[in-house]
């Protein structure tokens, strides 16, 4: 089918810093009914457990031949899977993947691509199909795929790597609150309907020629660091499609409206300070400056750990627009960010970017279960916020209740903490 309606189901595939553009990282969770006929492929000589890893990889591979990728890496580093129970199947260990490679390599199925073990992010093992699997991954039925239940709240160390912790009365309610969601999106058809976005022969979309795998539907809150720190909601597809191409998408083959809240971070940093911006002004707008290099400079200031930091990745950054000038547009670029935000001077370089994500997580997640109780599904991409257009006003309600009620709380510590 081309352009017209594409119908995306399922769920979310992992990212990982440091792969190649022909690669993507195996996914645990991913299987295949035992209705298949790709359960031929498995060796009848594997243990249980790797028998579930050779599923596994295979189901990966199906996934990565859908979306045009070549290799599926995975680590052979005992490191990678000690601890971390909670993110892995049980039958997810180094033997039982090891051994479930080693057979499939054997027979022929996959190709392997083999390092040293490795702790590094960059060089790790990998699998491809031989051609003559390529051959009969097309007969598998998209259908075949299915994926059992991830672990829905993530927290990852300052190196991105993730870990384990204990549960508590607000994490399980984090947990909560996140499978309700998908619970309740379940419910509902979400597509595309946009002269960019084709479908091929495989059902995978196709959005301005990059292949979007149809299976992203489920969303995940990765925390960094601690509870504080980080907690967006990541993963569905449609936080993949450019804004124009959002406005396509139909729920339930209606229509869609995209709201967001201007100037999110400024106005939540300036309430931490006790502060409050202009509530009709744009706070990126500023007379003599492009405002995308104002919230681009903003962003960075926050999370860089020191001016000649913030300085550089501004100037790389902009490299493009300024040429030879991009080092001292960069320093003019700083002072003018400051000026534009007097009073927030504690909040530079001082990693808070993390903080305020925090926040608007936090926000996020209030707008969307107000919506799910009154029935009304809400497609979120972080601060923005898509629902049928004929909830629009209801959603911009609920935004604008919950912001504010964010920026009083806000003040209101900041006024106790200066009293004290």
């Not at 020629?209 to 569905?236: M, T, V």
Request: hydrophobic content about 40%; aromatic content about 8%; proline content about 5%.
């Amino acid at each position: 089918m081309n352009g017209g309606y594409v119908v995306l189901r399922m769920a979310v595939v992992r990212r990982s810093r440091g792969r190649r553009p022909d690669e993507r990282p195996f996914n645990a969770s991913l299987t295949l009914k035992p209705s298949s006929a790709a359960f031929a492929l498995v060796p009848g000589s594997l243990s249980n457990r790797a028998s579930r890893a050779a599923l596994s990889i295979l189901a990966n591979l199906i996934v990565a031949s859908r979306e045009g990728q070549n290799w599926v890496f995975y680590s052979r580093d005992r490191n990678a899977y000690a601890g971390q129970r909670r993110y892995r199947p049980s039958w997810q260990t180094l033997a039982a993947m090891t051994q479930a490679v080693e057979a499939l390599e054997w027979a022929n199925v996959v190709e392997h691509r083999r390092t040293r073990p490795s702790p590094s992010a960059i060089l790790r093992s990998a699998i491809r199909p031989t051609r003559a699997f390529e051959l009969d991954l097309g007969g598998v039925p998209p259908g075949d795929l299915i994926e059992t239940q991830r672990e829905v709240i993530v927290l990852r160390s300052k190196s991105r790597q993730l870990v384990d912790y204990r549960d508590s009365s607000s994490v399980r309610q984090l947990r909560r609150d996140v499978l309700e969601h998908n619970e309740f999106l379940a419910m509902f058809e979400i597509g595309i309907d946009h002269i960019d976005a084709q479908c091929d022969a495989s059902n995978v979309a196709i959005v301005r020629g990059h292949r979007l795998d149809l299976q992203r539907r489920q969303y995940r809150r990765i925390f960094n660091g601690d509870f504080s720190h980080g907690g967006r909601w990541y993963g569905p597809f449609w936080q993949h499609l450019p804004s124009r191409i959002r406005a396509g998408l139909r729920i339930d083959r209606s229509p869609v409206i995209e709201i967001d809240y201007q100037g999110c971070h400024p106005h939540l940093m300036a309430a931490w300070h006790g502060i409050a911006l202009p509530v009709n002004a744009d706070p990126y707008e500023r007379h003599g400056y492009e405002r995308r290099h104002m919230k681009r400079a903003f962003n960075i200031l926050l999370n860089a750990k020191s001016f000649a930091q913030a300085r550089r990745a501004i100037a790389n950054r902009f490299i493009a627009d300024w040429g030879r000038d991009s080092y001292h547009k960069s320093v003019d670029l700083i002072q003018a960010v400051q000026a534009q935000f007097p009073g927030l001077e504690r909040s530079w370089l001082a990693g808070f970017g993390g903080r305020l994500q925090n926040i608007d997580a936090d926000i996020c997640a209030r707008v969307q279960r107000k919506l799910r109780r009154t029935g009304v599904p809400c497609l979120s991409v972080h601060d923005s916020f898509i629902v049928p257009i004929l909830n629009s006003q209801q959603l911009r309600s609920i935004m604008d209740d919950e912001f504010n009620k964010k920026q009083q709380q806000l003040r209101k510590a900041a006024l106790n903490t200066s009293d004290n």
